[in-house]
């Protein structure tokens, strides 16, 4: 699925939640999709816990 047909789906999702749920219901479906999405990068292998918690500073000094 390419990411434009995924981009559509969220922004249809999104739409139908304000619309019929209100501000409040488009504010959960959005922040529980980008809990999904971190979750989807975790377990794609893009992400890691340690880029949450690593300060930049200790980076620079390596």
Not at 2 to 29: E, K, N, R
Not at 42 to 62: A, N, Y
Request: charged fraction near 20%; glycine fraction near 20%.
């Amino acid at each position: 699925m390419s990411m434009a047909v995924i981009g559509l789906v969220v922004g249809m999702t999104l739409g139908f939640a304000g619309y019929f749920g209100g501000f409040g219901a488009f504010l959960l479906v959005a922040a529980l999709g980008a809990v999904g999405f971190v979750a989807g990068k975790f377990i794609d292998g893009d992400l890691e816990l340690g880029d949450f918690f690593r300060s930049r500073d200790r980076d620079r000094r390596r």
